[in-house]
Every structure is written in structure tokens, then in C-alpha cells.
């Protein structure tokens, strides 16, 4: 770069203003190079509110201390916390072929990892509203309702138009866009993907047991169940099953939702209330082939979806975020454009591989757990106790989930 165009703020544009996009656009204005910056952030949807009055919101996340640690980077971590987070301290995995009290069961606790919480149950909205006040501080907007519709490559950058038709040619152009991303579609980068035969159902339960700061996993041959505390005493299920249970559950009367969901966690909590909204997401794994092309990247869902049976998805992509605002900080520093290959390949690279690691351990869980021959049944369950007994490996294990590794 020459002294003129140092001089110059480079432009960046966002598109998605979900809690990747929103987490990136925040660390970037925070970071001590923002003065170097201009950042846009442009979104189809409407602006997500959050509202301390009002119920918990149906969308929940498992927040992991990794991703703690970059909110708090971003400068909303305690906020967040001291509004409406539940942490969590121990975590029971068991197989529907076993019993939450038999040796096969995976017990993860807190203070085994030198930690106080394994992870903060959180609502994304209130990641969003904290992530968005925070860059309203900075005096940085984000334009909602202004859907993306157009992206083409113009030399070694991409031209992209909005609905209210003004061309942008950014420097760098991020998508952020989700897992239907229309950015990287635009852009011809090829998608890898498949579908899993299961949708997510989720709603809050009241338990008729205290839920002890626990997150609950059963695997069920159809598919895990997981009861995850919520800060108010009740827990927010995720039920990935059959695509047929998934839609009797969101028809089903509250006594025969709560006496389903009771059924497929065993009891754990005892009997269980529905009290919220419902829903249902259709389930599938895939991954973007490049993250990088001159003048443009891919982060979180717009990159990667996963299974969301290990609670990682969004926290990959704050992981992404993170990553990615070090090496545009690096290129900088090195008097690099951020937008040519070298400083996204960086990225490239140090993201891709983790994630695809992520992706495939998923993957085969959900495929490992799926299987209904007894002798994998017996499998399960030796894999299951030799593993609570293998030190080092759960130890790794554990410190990957956590976000830890970084
Ligand atoms: C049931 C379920 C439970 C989950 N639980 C967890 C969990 O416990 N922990 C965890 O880490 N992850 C979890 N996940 C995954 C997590 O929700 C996602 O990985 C995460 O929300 C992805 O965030 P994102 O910002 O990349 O994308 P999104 O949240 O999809 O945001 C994309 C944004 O882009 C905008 N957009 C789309 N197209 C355009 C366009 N053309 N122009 C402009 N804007 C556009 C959209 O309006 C949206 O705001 C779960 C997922 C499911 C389905």
C-alpha cells in the first residue's frame, strides 16, 4: 500500500447481522486499528429486539467460555451475563441403550477443567441487542431491511447492489449471511451438504425436577434430546427427531408435548410442562468449499452448519469472527490490503480445517448414535466408558467443545 492509500478508511462491508456478523463488526470498530476502518452492516431482516420483560425468547445458545472470552473482547460479555444468562456446570450425555445413572453416561463437570461454568445458556437476540447498542456507542448503524440481491465480481473485487438499487464495491465484502447464504451462491463458491433425516423441535418446559445447573443429553436412535437450563428454572428443549415427530410434537396439546418429551428424556427431569412459543428447524450439515476469493470471505453459517446435537454452530463462527479480525488487524500492520488472498487465506486457514474437525466429529456422533445393531449398541457403550476414563483424550476433547484451544 502507498502513503495515499493508507491514509484512506479501508471499506468493509457486512452482510448478515446475525450473532457472527454483528460480533465481527464489533470487534473490528474495537479493535486498535478501527480508525483505519469504515464498516457497514447490512441485513434483510428486521432489527432484533430484546426486551428483559418479556418471556425468554424461543432461540436459545449454548455459550461456550471461548466464545465468552471473545463477547468479552467485543465488550458485552458482562452484560450479557448479568441480563439473562444461565450458566451451566455439568453436563450428562447417556445413550437411550443405557440409564442417565449407569458407568456409560459422560459427566463433565465444571471444576474437572479448572472452570467455574461449562457454558452460559443464552438468547441470541440478547447477544444481538448488546452487540448492536455496543456499535451504537461507536456511532455505527446497521441498516435493516436492506436485502441483498445482487453480487458480482468487478476485477479483483465484487460489486454488490442493495433493494434500494446503489452499487457498493467494498473493499472487502463479508458474508455473514447464514446458511442459505446468497453471497457465497452469488459469488459461485460450490457447497457441500446434506441433509439429515430429523428436525430440531425446540420450546421451554417447566420440570417437575430441578434442572441443577445441568445441560441433559439423551441419544435416541431418531436423534438426541437435550434439556437445557434456563435461568428462570425451566429448560429449553432441543429434540432433533424424525421429521414426522418433529411436526406431531408442534400440533401436539401441551399434556401430550409434555408427555412425549418427558418420554424421550427418560424421565431425567421428571415430569415435564410445555410454557412458550414452539418450533421446528430441518436439520442438515454442510460446508463451504473456499472461504476466500479477492475481496471476499465467509463466516460462520454462511461457511459451515453443523448438527446442532454438540450446541457449536455459533460458536464456530464467533471463533471465526475473532480470527478473522486478527488477520485484517496483521495485514494491516503489515501494510497489506485485508481484502487480497494472503490475509483471508490466513484465515483460510486457520479456520477451516477446525471447523471441518468439528463438522465430521459431529457427524459421525450423530451417525455413531443413529445406529440401532446390537453390537454397535455394545460398542456405544464400552466406546462411552472407556472414553470417561481416558484422561488426556477427554480432557482435549473437552477443552476443543469449550472453545478453549484457540
Ligand atoms: C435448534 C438449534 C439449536 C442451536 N443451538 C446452538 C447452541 O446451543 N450453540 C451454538 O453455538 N449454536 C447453536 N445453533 C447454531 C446457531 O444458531 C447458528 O450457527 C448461528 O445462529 C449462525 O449465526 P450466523 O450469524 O452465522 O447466521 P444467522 O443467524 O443465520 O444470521 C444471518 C443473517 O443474515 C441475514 N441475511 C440473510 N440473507 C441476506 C441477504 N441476502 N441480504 C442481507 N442480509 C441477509 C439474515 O437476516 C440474518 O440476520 C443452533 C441451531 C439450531 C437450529
Avoid at 451451566?88 to 441403550?97: G, L, Y
Avoid at 437450563?229 to 427427531?241: E, F, I
Avoid at 478473522?324 to 495485514?331: C, H, N, R, S
Wanted: charged content about 20%; aromatic content about 6%; overall charge neutral.
Amino acid at each position: 500500500m502507498n502513503d495515499q492509500q493508507m491514509k484512506e478508511p479501508f471499506d468493509i462491508v457486512i452482510v448478515g447481522a446475525g450473532m457472527v456478523g454483528l460480533t465481527l463488526a464489533t470487534l473490528l470498530v474495537e479493535s486498535e486499528f478501527a480508525e483505519s476502518l469504515r464498516v457497514t452492516v447490512v441485513d434483510s431482516g428486521n432489527e432484533p429486539r430484546f426486551d428483559i420483560s418479556a418471556d425468554v425468547d424461543l432461540r436459545v445458545s449454548a455459550i461456550s467460555p471461548g466464545s465468552a472470552e471473545i463477547l468479552s473482547r467485543a465488550g458485552v460479555w458482562q452484560e450479557i451475563r448479568s441480563m439473562r444468562a444461565c450458566p451451566f456446570v455439568a453436563m450428562r450425555v447417556w445413550d437411550a441403550d443405557g440409564s442417565v445413572d449407569g458407568p456409560e453416561t459422560l459427566c463433565f463437570d465444571a471444576a474437572d477443567f479448572a472452570l467455574a461454568e461449562l457454558g452460559n445458556i443464552v438468547e441470541n437476540t440478547l447477544v444481538q441487542d448488546r452487540l448492536l447498542r455496543r456499535l451504537a456507542g461507536h456511532g455505527q448503524r446497521v441498516q435493516f431491511g436492506a436485502k441483498i440481491h445482487s453480487v458480482r465480481g468487478a476485477g479483483d473485487r465484487f460489486l454488490m447492489t442493495a433493494a434500494d438499487a446503489t452499487p457498493i464495491r467494498p473493499e472487502l465484502l463479508i458474508a455473514a449471511d447464514g446458511s442459505n447464504s446468497f453471497v457465497r451462491t452469488a459469488a459461485g463458491i460450490p457447497l457441500h451438504a446434506w441433509r439429515y433425516a430429523q428436525s430440531a423441535f425446540v420450546t421451554h418446559l417447566r420440570p417437575e425436577q430441578q434442572h441443577s445447573d445441568t445441560a441433559w443429553q439423551r441419544f435416541l436412535r431418531s436423534g438426541p434430546i437435550a434439556l437445557l437450563p434456563l435461568a428462570d428454572g425451566r429448560v429449553s428443549v432441543v429434540w432433533s427427531t424424525s421429521d414426522e415427530l418433529a411436526r406431531q410434537a408442534l400440533a401436539a396439546s401441551d399434556e401430550e408435548l409434555g408427555r412425549m418429551l418427558a418420554q424421550a428424556s427418560d424421565f431425567v427431569l421428571g415430569k415435564l410442562s410445555p410454557c412458550g412459543p414452539r418450533g421446528s428447524f430441518a436439520l442438515r450439515a454442510q460446508y463451504a468449499a473456499k472461504y476466500a476469493l479477492p475481496g471476499l470471505v465467509l463466516v460462520g453459517d454462511a461457511a459451515h452448519s453443523v448438527h446442532p446435537l454438540a450446541g457449536q454452530g455459533a460458536n464456530l463462527g464467533l471463533a471465526d469472527a475473532a480470527v478473522l479480525t486478527d488477520a485484517i488487524g496483521d495485514a494491516l500492520a503489515r501494510g497489506e490490503y485485508p481484502g487480497d488472498l494472503p490475509c483471508l487465506r490466513r484465515y483460510e486457514r486457520a479456520r477451516k480445517g477446525a471447523n471441518q474437525l468439528m463438522l465430521r466429529f459431529i457427524d459421525s456422533i450423530s451417525g455413531l448414535f443413529a445406529n440401532e445393531s446390537a453390537t454397535v449398541s455394545r460398542l456405544r457403550g464400552g466406546g462411552m466408558r472407556l472414553f470417561n476414563h481416558s484422561g488426556p483424550v477427554r480432557r482435549q476433547v473437552a477443552r476443543v467443545a469449550l472453545g478453549l484451544r484457540r
